[in-house]
């Protein structure tokens, strides 16, 4: 049986399970017994902001001030965000005094910290710090405490009144030590510090392989988990959820993966941590609705990164979501696993200190979907339960069934209890309009379907009864934008019983003038319970509409894709990914083209109206500039979903032509692999990318 598995099993059950330790490691047992002798620091998720994502290293006290300032204003402070935390960035270009002790810059910050701690606990909330574990190394690192001066820093932070501080690996890697023996110092001079001070220690090592090159296990944050419990209350499982100002839904996905490894050391006063909140960096608020709903049920800490003065009311609504709070500060202090398998639809579940369940339906995937899970499957037994959807507050009965509409790239969160007293609505899941045919097509499993001016689309709704009551005369109406037209396909039903389903379905017909981007349909489902009245429920679904099909000769890099992504930064019309430099491979010099980073897939819309693409493929020459590890590719033509081109795995060292037949295609994917080895050093090219149409 899966480790997983047992996890599940026993977490749902009241048990931990515990596997086995690493060869000097500290056992994660005597850890937890430590931790019972002292008093418990930070017994739930602490929470807060932080500097680095939305702010980058030129932050002064007067912006600091203006956050906490905005963390209390919008009520943020209130629903427990109340940690101001300076990231790297706050010392001065000379990091010590010629007595050894740390100073920041005098520029920003005249008066130096300590006024801007009083400012901050005078707003009743607490302060944060940087420092890095290794030692300050110019060119490589900004700050760091090693060389002899942890015990120094310790005192120097608690004497400022720090209430947390954050320790990177920046300065350690470069200096080749080793995380476990230097944290184990710096936590050491923490708890010794000569004020007394109780100080929240944040172990952020964010070294992996193959992500910043070739490192020993020891090293790497993914090992963090075997001696940090014992020394901090919560320690960083991965790299960087993202970059200054750029935080992407595929890195938040990555990162909660890797946190996801050993639930089992997380509880009170010790916490995994899979780094920062981030709304308006890059995802959707659907998006980043997801994100909060996943470090909510993985009891992670909550460190907002974007600029809290900039943020809209959806997203402070986002962060400040009652529900979802109370799920993350859950007083048992347990980590979500997974039930069932990893896939595109996911279940993880948290057992909560009352013996409800929080759980997680997470759909990874690019089309929205209805996803389904047992009460048995978490751990709860009876007939009867009370399902509250944290998102909508809406608080259904479910008969043993646990139902959602999830939306593409989407999570349905629930608290899930028994059920008691007289019968409650029933748990009826009305499902997102979803596109299964276009122009009589069946659409493509697991891709977004793209819609054009003039098409005509099958559009179902699924509609299913999970609760112990019969839901009477349901219906759905289905709107969309002005123009288009709608007509329904079938007749409603009279009756849906307890666990029943069905499905309403509709043409719709999209008007010639159709804009390109994005369009929304609205399906509201209303229907009749017995003893409750009239209901109804609304769903959304976003529909891609393309833009135009290239006409001519065209250089496709210069038209309008439909969507692109790229492993790291962004894709880079004409330039080698990042934008620093023209596209080059084997010395020759590329005028045009696409610059990205492995995983990659562009995808344009061209309509049936190309009968060629060429281009040559391969890894930028900047990848020479990096070092030996990494830069190997994989390239495809995909188009409808057919591969028309596969280039192999190439490294720096290969380049390929592409000549491809377009006929006939309407959808168009360039998709670029990892060869299997990570993304290291993958900075891949489409060069001279040109159609024919």
């Given at each position: 049986?899966?480790?997983?598995?047992?996890?599940?099993?026993?977490?749902?059950?009241g048990?931990?399970?515990?596997?086995?330790?690493?060869?000097?490691?500290?056992?994660v047992a005597?850890?937890?017994?430590?931790?019972?002798?002292?008093?418990?620091?930070?017994p739930?998720?602490?929470?807060?902001?932080?500097?680095?994502?939305?702010?980058g290293?030129?932050?002064?006290?007067?912006?600091?001030?203006?956050?906490?300032?905005?963390?209390?204003?919008?009520?943020?402070?209130?629903?427990?965000?109340d940690?101001?935390?300076?990231?790297?960035?706050?010392?001065?270009?000379?990091?010590?005094?010629?007595?050894?002790?740390?100073?920041?810059?005098?520029?920003?910050?005249?008066?130096?910290?300590?006024?801007?701690?009083?400012?901050?606990?005078?707003?009743?909330?607490?302060?944060?710090?940087?420092?890095?574990?290794?030692?300050?190394?110019?060119?490589?690192?900004?700050?760091?405490?090693?060389?002899?001066?942890?015990?120094?820093?310790?005192?120097?932070?608690?004497?400022?009144?720090?209430?947390?501080?954050?320790?990177?690996?920046?300065?350690?890697?470069?200096?080749?030590?080793?995380?476990?023996?230097?944290?184990?110092?710096?936590?050491?001079?923490?708890?010794?510090?000569?004020?007394?001070?109780?100080?929240?220690?944040?172990?952020?090592?964010?070294?992996?392989?193959?992500?910043?090159?070739?490192?020993?296990?020891?090293?790497?944050?993914?090992?963090?988990?075997?001696?940090?419990?014992?020394?901090?209350?919560?320690?960083?499982?991965?790299?960087?959820?993202?970059f200054?100002?750029?935080?992407?839904?595929?890195?938040?996905?990555?990162?909660?993966?890797?946190?996801?490894?050993?639930?089992?050391?997380?509880?009170?006063?010790?916490?995994?941590?899979?780094?920062?909140?981030?709304?308006?960096?890059?995802?959707?608020?659907?998006?980043?609705?997801?994100?909060?709903?996943?470090?909510?049920v993985?009891?992670?800490?909550?460190?907002?990164?974007?600029?809290?003065?900039?943020l809209?009311?959806?997203?402070?609504?986002?962060?400040?979501?009652?529900?979802?709070?109370?799920?993350?500060?859950?007083?048992?202090?347990?980590?979500?696993?997974?039930?069932?398998?990893?896939?595109?639809?996911?279940?993880?579940?948290?057992?909560?200190?009352?013996?409800?369940?929080?759980?997680?339906?997470?759909?990874?995937?690019?089309?929205?979907?209805?996803?389904t899970?047992?009460?048995?499957?978490?751990?709860?037994?009876?007939?009867?339960?009370?399902?509250?959807?944290?998102?909508?507050?809406?608080?259904?009965?479910?008969?043993?069934?646990?139902?959602?509409?999830v939306?593409?790239?989407?999570?349905?969160?629930?608290?899930?209890g028994?059920?008691?007293?007289?019968?409650?609505?029933?748990?009826?899941?009305?499902?997102?309009?979803?596109?299964?045919?276009?122009?009589?097509?069946?659409?493509?499993?697991?891709?977004?379907?793209?819609l054009?001016?003039?098409?005509?689309?099958?559009?179902?709704?699924?509609?299913?009864?999970?609760?112990?009551?019969?839901?009477?005369?349901?219906?759905?109406?289905?709107?969309?934008?002005?123009?288009?037209?709608?007509?329904?396909?079938?007749?409603?039903?009279?009756?849906?019983?307890?666990?029943?389903?069905?499905?309403?379905?509709?043409?719709?017909?999209?008007?010639?003038?159709?804009?390109?981007?994005?369009?929304?349909?609205?399906?509201?489902?209303?229907?009749?319970?017995p003893?409750?009245g009239?209901?109804?429920?609304?769903?959304?679904?976003?529909?891609?509409?393309?833009?135009a099909?290239?006409?001519?000769?065209?250089?496709?890099?210069?038209?309008?894709?439909?969507?692109?992504?790229?492993?790291?930064?962004?894709?880079?019309?004409?330039?080698?990914?990042?934008?620093?430099?023209?596209?080059?491979?084997?010395?020759?010099?590329?005028?045009?083209?696409?610059?990205?980073?492995?995983?990659?897939?562009?995808?344009?819309?061209?309509?049936?109206?190309?009968?060629?693409?060429?281009?040559?493929?391969?890894?930028?020459?900047?990848?020479?500039?990096?070092?030996?590890?990494?830069?190997?590719?994989?390239f495809?033509?995909?188009?409808?979903?057919?591969?028309?081109?596969?280039?192999?795995?190439?490294?720096?060292?290969?380049?390929?032509?592409?000549?491809?037949?377009?006929?006939?295609?309407?959808?168009?994917?360039?998709?670029?692999?990892?060869?299997?080895?990570?993304?290291?050093?993958?900075?891949?090219?489409?060069?001279?990318?040109?159609a024919?149409?």
């Amino acid at each position: 049986m899966k480790r997983h598995l047992l996890t599940a099993l026993a977490l749902t059950a009241g048990l931990l399970i515990v596997p086995a330790t690493p060869a000097g490691a500290t056992p994660v047992a005597a850890a937890v017994s430590d931790a019972a002798s002292a008093p418990v620091l930070s017994p739930t998720p602490y929470q807060g902001w932080n500097t680095y994502f939305g702010l980058g290293g030129n932050f002064s006290a007067e912006s600091v001030k203006e956050v906490a300032d905005a963390l209390v204003s919008r009520g943020l402070a209130r629903a427990g965000y109340d940690i101001v935390w300076l990231d790297g960035g706050w010392q001065d270009p000379e990091p010590r005094t010629a007595a050894g002790d740390l100073q920041a810059d005098r520029t920003r910050f005249p008066d130096g910290l300590k006024p801007l701690v009083d400012y901050i606990h005078a707003k009743g909330l607490r302060a944060g710090i940087y420092t890095d574990a290794g030692p300050y190394i110019p060119g490589k690192c900004g700050l760091g405490s090693g060389g002899g001066y942890y015990q120094r820093d310790a005192d120097q932070f608690a004497a400022w009144e720090f209430d947390a501080v954050k320790v990177d690996f920046l300065c350690g890697i470069a200096a080749n030590l080793d995380p476990k023996t230097v944290y184990t110092e710096f936590a050491q001079a923490l708890r010794n510090n000569a004020s007394g001070r109780q100080i929240i220690f944040n172990l952020c090592n964010p070294v992996t392989s193959p992500d910043w090159g070739n490192y020993p296990e020891e090293q790497q944050s993914t090992y963090s988990w075997s001696y940090a419990p014992a020394i901090a209350q919560s320690w960083r499982t991965y790299t960087d959820v993202g970059f200054v100002g750029e935080i992407k839904f595929k890195d938040v996905l990555r990162n909660y993966d890797a946190n996801a490894r050993h639930p089992e050391v997380a509880g009170p006063g010790h916490f995994n941590d899979p780094d920062y909140v981030a709304p308006e960096l890059g995802m959707t608020d659907e998006e980043f609705r997801t994100q909060m709903s996943l470090w909510s049920v993985a009891a992670a800490p909550l460190v907002i990164g974007s600029d809290v003065r900039k943020l809209s009311q959806t997203s402070v609504d986002i962060l400040a979501d009652a529900d979802m709070l109370a799920i993350n500060q859950d007083p048992a202090g347990v980590q979500a696993v997974r039930v069932g398998p990893a896939g595109t639809t996911e279940t993880w579940v948290k057992r909560l200190a009352n013996g409800d369940r929080a759980v997680v339906l997470l759909n990874r995937g690019e089309t929205p979907t209805t996803q389904t899970t047992k009460a048995s499957s978490l751990g709860l037994s009876g007939s009867r339960f009370t399902v509250r959807n944290a998102w909508t507050d809406r608080v259904t009965e479910s008969a043993g069934t646990i139902s959602a509409a999830v939306p593409a790239h989407g999570a349905a969160l629930l608290r899930v209890g028994p059920a008691r007293g007289l019968p409650g609505v029933p748990h009826l899941t009305a499902g997102l309009p979803e596109v299964t045919q276009v122009a009589g097509t069946p659409t493509q499993a697991g891709s977004a379907p793209v819609l054009a001016g003039g098409d005509e689309a099958r559009v179902e709704v699924v509609v299913r009864n999970d609760g112990s009551l019969p839901v009477l005369t349901p219906k759905v109406a289905l709107a969309t934008p002005a123009g288009w037209t709608v007509r329904p396909l079938g007749r409603a039903p009279q009756l849906l019983t307890p666990g029943g389903r069905t499905t309403f379905a509709f043409t719709v017909a999209l008007s010639a003038s159709a804009a390109p981007g994005s369009a929304t349909l609205t399906a509201t489902t209303s229907y009749r319970v017995p003893g409750h009245g009239q209901l109804s429920q609304r769903t959304v679904s976003t529909l891609v509409i393309a833009p135009a099909p290239p006409d001519g000769e065209v250089v496709l890099s210069h038209h309008t894709w439909i969507s692109a992504t790229s492993g790291w930064m962004s894709p880079t019309v004409d330039l080698s990914v990042g934008g620093w430099t023209p596209i080059s491979m084997l010395g020759q010099v590329y005028p045009t083209g696409l610059g990205v980073a492995s995983p990659s897939t562009v995808r344009y819309y061209v309509g049936d109206r190309c009968t060629r693409l060429t281009a040559v493929v391969g890894l930028d020459d900047a990848v020479r500039n990096v070092g030996p590890e990494g830069a190997t590719s994989t390239f495809q033509v995909i188009g409808d979903g057919r591969v028309l081109f596969d280039s192999g795995v190439l490294t720096r060292e290969d380049i390929r032509q592409v000549d491809v037949d377009l006929s006939g295609v309407r959808v168009l994917d360039l998709v670029v692999g990892d060869a299997g080895d990570g993304g290291y050093n993958d900075r891949a090219n489409w060069a001279g990318l040109n159609a024919t149409c």
